[in-house]
């Protein structure tokens, strides 16, 4: 039978491969954080935008009122 040399574990290693999986977690919040908030940012911009145009639209409908109220 052929035997198969299996890793030495000790007490660093081991703590080093918790370590590292915690960062990998860590990492891992992060990017669903940073998702979070692109998709959060994109709404307010689409908000903002749609505040924009309807600020655009009342001062061209005001500009068109008053032409046609100047108008005989």
Known sequence: M???PRPFLCAPG???E???????????????SLAKIESMMER???RLWLTVYGVVAVIL???VQSMLDHLP
Do not use: D, G, T
């Open 2 to 4: 052929a035997h198969e």
């Open 14 to 16: 081991l703590k080093i």
């Open 18 to 32: 918790s370590q590292e999986r915690m960062s990998e977690l860590k990492f891992a919040q992060l990017h669903q």
């Open 44 to 46: 307010l911009e689409k």
């Open 61 to 63: 409908a005001q500009f």
